[in-house]
């Protein structure tokens, strides 16, 4: 599948997306292992989270027929083992998954690797929760997830005390759980997935756990951890967590910030103003607005609610002046993780230059984003160059042409985004990879005025 796109028509309007795709792994996980049976209503069905839906599947009995008919279908209108799924236009799941957990140590072996597929955050959290099931778990994913480093998460599972072998460090890793002891564990990297897999595992320790990290990455493990009835205690960027066993819960699955990004980014480049609603605002999650706010763009944000400990609301962005370039410092990098690609793109349309600095944790995500972010600017005429382990962006505008996705969601949107301020038309290869966060993005685009087509 291509992305074509004509730049000109504006991008604009009021937008809702699809479920946080951070926040369902996590609560999908929750609610697996709750004691006791939780409602998960706005999972968004996307391929990542329909990959944690089916691992889970395997890995209970009772919760098993409802996690495997939502990850086949994600959410497609579908009835069955006591749930109702119905997933309107913009991708939001408006009706309850029902999730029959009985608690953790109810938890069965698979019968087969667990299939994460694209998705780190599943391979990584997974880990986790089988470090503390005393049977083995064996983990697989595509090739893309293969190449990509799974030491970090195997060390501090071992220390608290689980069997963890990874190949050459990376996928196929199998992990044998058991008993486990408390750790305190100082991240290396910052780090929300390794924090999280460590915190879950900690969940079922015998006593306290303690994660460092060198910057606070998204914190929504910690968040569901204390909104469920845990004892969580912050200070700075330690998390302290004790034992812990939760019972069922009902919750709506934010709006995904990183989705919405798109679309930011979509009105700023074509100068339109858009309205994203019932969004999640974690603060750990919204570096991108706080950048283009740097870059001159005029948005504000509102909190209308909550939802299991995370806040949810709107974000407004004005129309207004073309943006400037900026400066990234790695201290802000892990606020930003996902969104440098659309930034990137952002920031090929404004004037002046932006830089990203230490980024080099870009090159192990879905692709070498790195690389891929510059060589995709430049394919559509733009001016990008990865200089150590910064990323530059030489703004001015970009010419149009054909880039290619690398086979990664956040690179074939971000494309899309560049694209629609070019001077010329432009097409996105392998744009199905899309549909890894973002089902029906193209649609979506297209509603709210871009002239974006998704071709076979
Ligand atoms: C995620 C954490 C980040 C992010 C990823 C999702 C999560 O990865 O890039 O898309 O849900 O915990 P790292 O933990 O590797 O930085």
Redesign the pocket.
């Known amino acids: 599948m291509r992305f074509h796109v004509r730049p000109g028509p504006t991008v604009g309007g009021v937008a809702i997306v699809p479920g946080d795709?951070?926040i369902a792994?996590?609560w999908l996980i929750f609610a697996a292992t709750a004691a006791g049976p939780s409602r998960l209503v706005g999972l968004p069905p996307s391929l990542d989270v329909r990959s944690m839906a089916a691992a889970l599947a395997a890995l209970t009995a009772s919760a098993r027929p409802a996690l495997e008919a939502w990850a086949r279908n994600g959410g497609a209108r579908a009835e069955g083992h006591g749930s109702t799924w119905n997933v309107d236009r913009d991708g939001v799941a408006r009706v309850a998954l029902e999730v029959e957990g009985e608690g953790r140590s109810a938890l069965v072996e698979a019968e087969a690797p667990l299939d994460c597929g694209n998705s780190?955050?599943a391979m990584?959290?997974l880990a986790g929760v089988a470090a503390a099931a005393p049977f083995r778990t064996v983990l697989v994913g595509d090739a893309s997830l293969t190449g990509r480093p799974m030491e970090r998460v195997a060390a501090p599972l071992r220390a608290m005390g689980a069997r963890v072998s990874t190949t050459d460090g990376h996928a196929p890793m199998t992990v044998e759980g058991g008993r486990l002891r408390g750790i305190r564990y100082e991240l290396p990297n910052?780090?929300?997935?390794?924090?999280?897999a460590i915190l879950l595992a900690g969940l079922a320790a015998t006593d306290r756990t303690t994660v460092v990290e060198p910057v606070a990455?998204?914190d929504?493990t910690e968040r569901a951890i204390a909104a469920l009835g845990g004892r969580v205690d912050r200070l700075g960027t330690e998390i302290a967590i004790e034992p812990f066993q939760h019972a069922g819960f009902e919750a709506r699955v934010p709006g995904d910030p990183?989705s919405a990004a798109f679309l930011i980014g979509a009105s700023v480049v074509t100068g339109a103003a858009l309205t994203v609603r019932d969004v999640g605002l974690n603060p750990t999650r919204l570096g991108f607005l706080r950048v283009l706010r740097r870059m001159g763009v005029s948005i504000v944000e509102r909190i209308t609610g909550e939802e299991l400990g995370e806040p949810v609301g709107e974000v407004i962005v004005q129309a207004g002046a073309r943006p400037t370039g900026t400066r990234i410092d790695r201290g802000e990098l892990?606020s930003v993780?996902?969104e440098v690609p659309v930034l990137a793109a952002v920031a090929a349309t404004a004037g002046g230059e932006t830089r990203f600095e230490g980024a080099g944790?870009l090159r192990v995500?879905e692709s070498d984003r790195l690389a891929g972010v510059a060589d995709g600017l430049s394919a559509l005429g733009g001016r990008a160059d990865v200089a150590g382990d910064d990323l530059v962006v030489t703004g001015g505008g970009l010419a149009g042409g054909v880039a290619g996705s690398l086979g990664d969601h956040r690179l074939a949107m971000a494309f899309v985004v560049a694209a629609l301020a070019a001077q010329g038309s432009s097409t996105i290869e392998g744009a199905q990879a899309a549909e890894i966060s973002y089902p029906g993005f193209a649609a979506r685009l297209a509603d709210l005025g871009g002239a974006v087509e998704a071709l076979p």
């Not at 910052?190 to 999280?196: E, H, I, T």
């Open positions: 795709k951070s792994h996590r780190g955050t990584r959290l910052p780090s929300a997935q390794v924090k999280g990455s998204r929504h990183s892990p993780i996902d944790e995500k």
